[in-house]
């Protein structure tokens, strides 16, 4: 008959708990022979009983209580006078004692790994008098272990790493299992360790947990990461221990153990003549079993015609061998062969054959069209600002790299040359000066020689020229700056009033020299004097003293400078020296002599104020005026005369049928209201007076009605009008007057026979024209 986990587990409980209560020693209470004990006294008294330890099972799974042990002490004779009472860890709510018979129960289950012991203090007392009969003693009550904790991984799951083709035994990494059992009973936490998946690439040592590799050669191409289950078993791996698994995760890393190969024994490429040095002609990759460093490539060209011509390199990212151009010349060869090799060293004795590969790359180079090549990138030439017109300054020359060799015609880029300062000769390249030159304007001139093929313009190339301008000495010297020189009047005779210096547009090798001296006319004067300092400077000194600046106001000397040019260029420069009045530190007061002149009580700055003062009142005046001829000067009604019988005159033509805004549009839209005083927006009329404006009624014109409505109809029913309101202007004047024409040009003549009686009918208004044209007795003309 077998037994389940949990029926062997308590049928070993079972057994631990007979065998621990037959051999455990009863606690009693043995009977002293010494003297009695008093609980009063400072006399020591031998103890009437001795505690042995307790000793419980854990993990007691019974419904009643687990008995423990018994106290009993020699004063009790069993007839009740005596009652036991227990204190201490868990007394009351773990262990309770019969008062009675001092028999100790656990009444809850107990677990060593949460508290391996307890202690706890007894004592027997006088059930009548509650007193002590006993001294109050302590004992411990240990919890005895049993196999109910299984092995634990508290590092798990594992991971570890082992060099690929590692010899078996290598060790890879070491796994350690805690039991929470106790270790110093019995083998409840005695662990032993096995693989149980894995083999048979690995093994694991049973007591100590170290992981072995258990096979040769395992490779990591083939296979790089095994999974591992590793068991722990307590009771030293016997039938009924309890056990507890982790995984490990093993990854073979890589050596080099594999050469490189390229895919292909030969490549070929084409490229055109016309790449620029650096670009990339062709990758080429070798392949590489290993990964990481293993992996690296290294590539060189061992040997061919292209040695010189190409080189390669590695791509970091890729590993790829990137052939690059270093000098390309389709003269030279029109093919190109490169044998290339891979190297990759081998790790250790790990060689399996020859770590290197090789292989052929065959470029081509095709011709291109390629536009004219300068001999030179920069030329450098030098010219006098002195030379002619025509003069030669040098030449440069451009071939073109074809085979077919082109001639060669030369310009210049006008975009560099602005001036025309230089011609070339578009057959030779010969530059020539086309204007003079002057190095002051323009030191040196960079310009762009254009060399275009004759057979095919559009292919242009280009050369840098550099042309300095050599100096000559054609700039006479100058006073450095504007001199502001004043001499008090009260300067005594050696006084240093100005220090000069000069400057010289020209530049010679040597640096310049100026000489400084007074003209022939200005050596002989009697008020200053030139020092000449030797260092490009001059000093000027006075010779007498009492300048008076009634007398003479200003000064003017004449200086002479000369450089030290090949020929040398001299000019004189004109030195204004002011007499001023100055203050006992010679600084200069005033200078000019229209001071005296002026009133003791107004200063220049005082009359320049009060002048501002008017202009600024004649400012104010003028707005005023302006503003005030502005405004709108009041209407003057006549009470005589009806106020819509007044005619407002413009001066205006107006804009036109498209004028819309010179007239008021609502009277095409209600023909029954016209305004009698309708200003115009556009023009400011000379005569506005102010009176509302009245509306009056006029006749409902049928004629304009029915022509209005026409129109409305028309547009209305136009496909092509445009779907918003839009202004129509129609130039319609109806069927004419009732009166006819109004105009005087013919009306005095002697043949008309137009009657104008009915003007009499008309009202006031037409009083003048009916007396003018009438034909009644009152008619001015008979």
């Not at 078993?233 to 016997?238: A, E, F, I, L, W």
């Not at 301008?469 to 054609?474: E, G, T, Y």
């Not at 000489?515 to 022939?520: G, N, P």
């Not at 000449?532 to 400078?561: C, H, M, W």
Request: glycine share 6%; proline share 5%.
């Amino acid at each position: 008959m077998k037994l389940g986990k949990v029926e062997f587990c308590h049928f070993l409980q079972i057994l631990a708990l007979f065998l621990c209560l037959s051999g455990m020693n009863q606690a009693e209470l043995t009977r002293s022979r010494s003297k009695p004990y008093f609980q009063s006294g400072r006399t020591r008294t031998k103890r009437s009983w001795v505690w042995n330890q307790f000793f419980v099972l854990e993990e007691y799974m019974g419904t009643d209580p687990l008995y423990v042990g018994k106290l009993h002490s020699d004063v009790d004779k069993g007839d009740g006078s005596i009652k036991y009472i227990l204190s201490g860890e868990g007394a009351s709510s773990i262990f309770i004692i019969d008062e009675n018979t001092g028999d100790i129960h656990a009444t809850k289950r107990l677990d060593r790994e949460e508290q391996a012991y307890y202690t706890l203090r007894a004592q027997a007392l006088d059930r009548l008098t509650n007193k002590p009969v006993e001294p109050e003693s302590e004992f411990v009550i240990k919890i005895q272990d049993i196999n109910d904790n299984e092995p634990k991984f508290l590092d798990g799951p594992y991971t570890a790493g082992v060099p690929e083709m590692s010899p078996v035994g290598t060790s890879v990494v070491q796994v350690t299992a805690t039991d929470a059992d106790d270790p110093t009973y019995g083998n409840s936490a005695r662990v032993v360790y096995s693989i149980l998946q894995g083999q048979p690439y690995f093994s694991v040592e049973p007591k100590t947990g170290v992981i072995k590799t258990a096979l040769p050669n395992m490779d990591r191409e083939a296979k790089d990461q095994y999974l591992l289950v590793i068991q722990a078993k307590d009771m030293v791996g016997q039938n009924g221990g309890l056990s507890g698994t982790t995984s490990v995760t093993v990854t073979l890393t890589d050596v080099n153990d594999n050469p490189p190969r390229f895919p292909r024994r030969s490549y070929q490429y084409n490229v055109p003549e016309s790449l620029p040095v650096a670009s990339v002609v062709a990758r080429i990759k070798a392949a590489d079993a290993d990964v990481g460093p293993n992996a690296e490539m290294e590539y060189k060209i061992v040997d061919g015609d292209g040695l010189g011509v190409f080189k390669i390199s590695v791509d970091k990212d890729t590993q790829e061998g990137i052939i690059t151009i270093q000098k390309l010349n389709y003269s030279a060869s029109s093919s190109h062969f490169l044998n290339a090799s891979r190297d990759d060293d081998p790790l250790g004795s790990l060689s399996l054959g020859p770590f290197s590969d090789m292989t052929t790359v065959k470029i081509i180079v095709e011709d291109v069209d390629e536009p004219p090549v300068f001999t030179s990138r920069l030329y450098s030439m030098v010219v006098s600002e002195a030379a002619k017109v025509g003069t030669i300054i040098g030449t440069v020359a451009a071939h073109d790299p074809d085979a077919s060799n082109s001639p060669v015609r030369y310009s210049i880029d006008r975009n560099t040359d602005l001036e025309r300062y230089f011609n070339i000769d578009a057959n030779s390249g010969v530059i020539t000066t086309a204007k003079s030159l002057d190095r002051e304007t323009n030191a040196v001139h960079n310009i762009t020689v254009l060399a275009m093929e004759s057979q095919n313009p559009a292919q242009i190339g280009r050369g840098y020229v550099a042309i300095t301008i050599l100096d000559i000495n054609d700039n006479a010297p100058e006073f450095a700056m504007e001199y502001e020189t004043t001499v008090c009047e009260n300067a005594q005779p050696g006084q240093v009033i100005q220090k000069i210096s000069a400057i010289d547009k020209d530049d010679p090798p040597n640096g310049h020299q100026f000489y400084f001296s007074l003209t022939a006319e200005a050596a002989n004067n009697h008020n200053f004097t030139l020092q000449d300092n030797k260092d490009n400077t001059a000093t000027v000194l006075t010779k007498r003293n009492g300048f008076r600046r009634q007398e003479q106001s200003v000064f003017y000397l004449p200086i002479f400078i000369v450089d030290s040019g090949s020929p040398s260029l001299s000019s004189t420069n004109t030195l204004t020296i002011r007499v001023c009045d100055c203050d006992a530190d010679g600084i200069a007061q005033t200078c000019n002599a229209e001071a005296y002149i002026l009133p003791a009580g107004l200063s220049t700055g005082a009359l320049i104020a009060i002048l501002a003062c008017v202009l600024t009142l004649l400012v104010l005046v003028l707005l005023i005026v302006t503003m005030r001829r502005r405004k709108k000067e009041p209407l003057i009604f006549d009470e005589e005369r009806d106020i819509r019988e007044n005619i407002v005159r413009y001066d205006d033509e107006g804009g036109g049928e498209e004028d819309t805004e010179a007239f008021d549009m609502a009277a095409l839209r209600n023909l029954n209201i016209m305004r009698d005083t309708k200003t115009r927006r556009d023009v400011t009329p000379e005569i506005q007076f102010l009176s509302r404006p009245t509306f009056k009624s006029i006749p409902d014109n049928v004629i304009f009605r029915e022509f209005i409505w026409e129109r409305l109809k028309e547009a209305d029913v136009d496909p092509c009008a445009p779907p918003y309101d839009s202004l129509q202007t129609y130039a319609f004047e109806g069927n004419g007057s009732v009166a006819e024409s109004l105009s005087s040009l013919d009306s005095i003549s002697s043949n008309s026979d137009q009657n104008y009686d009915y003007l009499s009918d008309w009202g006031p208004r037409f009083k003048r024209l009916a007396d003018m044209y009438g034909t009644g007795p009152d008619c001015l003309y008979s």
